[in-house]
């Protein structure tokens, strides 16, 4: 026999799909007939297959061993580093610094060395994050960014936190600010872009319209200039909706286009100027929470910053 004490991140599964992650041997007809026949135990008392699991709970399996053996384990974030620029860290949520060139998560281009990689890779080095005692949750991504875009990622170390957070990430909760580097001056010091974002399948491009229609979508990006001279500005960019591709191709259509953006702009002059990558950067992070976040309330209020922008002072 053995016993089984539920944690927080196993809280609300149901029966059967509990048994077969600690039990990957046994068979689905043995599982039924295990439960029906009070071989499979809840608190010390029959249960059914649909039964939610609370925190807490005590699940005895009166199963044969054979039924729990398991393969060595091979844990894939093992391939990633174990590197990290944290930026903050808790005992439910990270705040990552992805340097430009990363992944946030494996797509067929690469699947060795991403972000999530690293950060479960991390957490498994401190002691934090054990895969064999995880039944239902592992460390995840709150949020992205683009591969060639550095900056802040939130990550979420236990399923409440990820519930919460991608909740607040929905709602309009958590204010995210980027820097870029912008080749001339705006005509405005701060302005309000909206456009309609169409995106080519065929190009892997988008292209900002005019005129609202059935196939594009609405984007509205903030910008601010922090400083300028004759050929560049530095701005901070607000999203006010949550699109992909809302800051390269809206100030490419006013005219000023990031430094080593390579789609939207003139990669080639810019290498010259020693920009061989996209001068955007997901710097600065505040909760604004207006709704109860529970276990996360703590962080209502609290800004985080990266410091260390590599393009930040190229205007003096």
């Not at 340097?99 to 002691?127: A, F, M, S, V, W």
């Not at 705006?186 to 309609?196: H, Q």
């Not at 702009?265 to 992070?285: E, R």
């Amino acid at each position: 026999m053995k016993s089984f004490e539920i944690q927080k991140n196993d809280e609300g599964l149901r029966l059967d799909k509990f048994t077969l992650k600690v039990c990957p041997m046994l068979p689905q007809s043995l599982l039924y007939k295990y439960i029906r026949l009070k071989r499979i135990k809840v608190n010390s008392k029959r249960a059914e297959i649909n039964t939610r699991l609370n925190l807490g709970d005590t699940v005895d399996m009166y199963i044969g061993d054979e039924f729990f053996a398991k393969k060595a384990p091979t844990y894939d974030f093992l391939s990633s580093p174990d590197r990290l620029n944290v930026v903050y860290e808790d005992e439910n949520i990270m705040l990552c610094d992805k340097p430009q060139g990363l992944l946030c998560h494996p797509d067929k281009t690469e699947y060795r060395d991403t972000l999530i990689g690293r950060i479960q890779h991390y957490l498994y080095k401190k002691g934090e994050y054990n895969p064999e005692a995880e039944n239902s949750f592992k460390p995840s991504l709150c949020n992205r960014i683009d591969r060639n875009t550095a900056g802040i990622v939130i990550a979420a170390k236990n399923a409440k936190a990820l519930k919460i957070i991608c909740e607040k990430i929905k709602d309009r909760e958590i204010d995210k600010r980027y820097l870029c580097l912008v080749h001339g001056i705006p005509a405005k010091k701060s302005d309000t872009l909206t456009g309609y974002l169409e995106k080519d399948c065929e190009k892997n491009k988008v292209y900002l319209q005019n005129k609202k229609t059935d196939s594009n979508l609405t984007v509205k990006t903030k910008y601010t200039v922090l400083k300028s001279n004759n050929e560049s500005s530095l701005l901070e960019i607000q999203l006010i909706t949550g699109r992909r591709h809302q800051i390269r191709p809206p100030m490419a259509s006013i005219g000023h286009p990031l430094f080593g953006d390579g789609k939207y702009g003139t990669l080639k002059n810019d290498k010259k100027a020693g920009f061989d990558k996209q001068a955007l950067y997901s710097y600065k992070l505040t909760f604004t929470f207006t709704t109860d976040a529970d276990i996360l309330n703590y962080l209502n209020g609290k800004t985080f910053e990266v410091k260390n922008v590599w393009f930040k002072d190229f205007i003096k």
